[in-house]
């Protein structure tokens, strides 16, 4: 029996899927606006108005 070569079968792993790695990865984000982005549209809704008003394109009682 000490002659006899034993065969050893090592199962191969199955490739990773390449499709599933960044669905794991991936992390939910806020939703909505941050507060800069509130901030950055209001500045540009009062300078926006502010150029109206100044152009006489809108009275100054429709000023939101």
Do not use: C, W, Y
Not at 39 to 61: C, I, P, V, W
């Amino acid at each position: 029996m000490a002659d006899q070569k034993i065969t050893l079968v090592i199962p191969r792993s199955k490739p990773r899927n390449p499709l599933l790695v960044p669905v794991l990865t991936r992390r939910a984000g806020p939703h909505g606006s941050t507060r800069k982005a509130i901030r950055q549209k209001m500045r540009q809704r009062t300078q926006q108005s502010l150029a109206e008003l100044l152009n006489g394109d809108k009275a100054e009682f429709e000023i939101d």
